[in-house]
T-cell receptor, first 116, second 114 residues
Framework: GAVVSQHPSRVICKSGTSVKIECRSLDFQATTMFWYRQFPKQSLMLMATSNEGSKATYEQGVEKDKFLINHASLTLSTLTVTSAHPEDSSFYIC????????????FGSGTRLTVV | DQQVKQNSPSLSVQEGRISILNCDYTNSMFDYFLWYKKYPAEGPTFLISISSIKDKNEDGRFTVFLNKSAKHLSLHIVPSQPGDSAVYFCAASLDGGSQGNLIFGKGTKLSVKP
């Protein structure tokens, strides 16, 4: 089945530094990938939609200059949290849809970001 | 305001019995609903979905029921197995599920006891 690999699974960084999270579709092509964030005891919230070869579409309230998304190929999207602050500490997860499947988005395993 | 609500944060069921997970929504424009299962330290896994034009979809031990008038859907698992223990997320879509803008509930943690 479709597999999405997300790295790293956990990262601890100092306040003010940047962190890059990678999301790869391993056995299918994903023209679109999605980035979600989940705070403790909250829902998964869509942050942005990443489109291969074009600019990402950000949800309202999500700072595009802070959360840089690059979708350079059909199998790779990256999310960079720039100048991270403790309030950015969260669980970040990506998903992608196999073009050959109408429904059912395959999720990565998520990245637990802790900013100290 | 949360558009998709899973009011029960947890549910405990005996092995072999039926598990019923509930989900309520407020936006009548939602046209596609999905259920995901999530184990600790893993991403959500797609389980089953239903279009708003249907009221039931069944796949093996899993059945999803949709009551549009009540804006309510439920996931039935029967018989429940210990391996079903996980967090279950209900998600809704405004575009037939095609664009990925899924709106999730907070999840319900299901524990199936042997």
């Amino acid at each position: 089945g479709a597999v999405v690999s997300q790295h790293p699974s956990r990262v601890i960084c100092k306040s003010g530094t940047s962190v890059k999270i990678e999301c790869r579709s391993l056995d299918f092509q994903a023209t679109t990938m999605f980035w979600y964030r989940q705070f403790p005891k909250q829902s998964l919230m869509l942050m942005a939609t990443s489109n291969e070869g074009s600019k990402a579409t950000y949800e309202q309230g999500v700072e595009k200059d802070k959360f840089l998304i690059n979708h350079a190929s059909l199998t790779l999207s990256t999310l960079t949290v720039t100048s991270a602050h403790p309030e950015d500490s969260s669980f970040y997860i990506c998903s992608a849809r196999d073009r050959d499947r109408f429904y059912g988005y395959t999720f990565g395993s998520g990245t637990r970001l802790t900013v100290v | 305001d949360q558009q998709v609500k899973q009011n029960s944060p947890s549910l405990s069921v005996q092995e072999g019995r039926i598990s019923i997970l509930n989900c309520d929504y407020t936006n009548s424009m939602f046209d596609y609903f999905l259920w995901y299962k999530k184990y600790p330290a893993e991403g959500p896994t797609f389980l089953i979905s239903i279009s708003s034009i249907k009221d039931k979809n069944e796949d093996g031990r899993f059945t999803v029921f949709l009551n549009k008038s009540a804006k309510h859907l439920s996931l039935h698992i029967v018989p429940s197995q210990p391996g079903d223990s996980a967090v279950y997320f209900c998600a809704a879509s405004l575009d037939g599920g095609s664009q990925g803008n899924l709106i999730f509930g907070k999840g319900t943690k299901l524990s199936v006891k042997p």
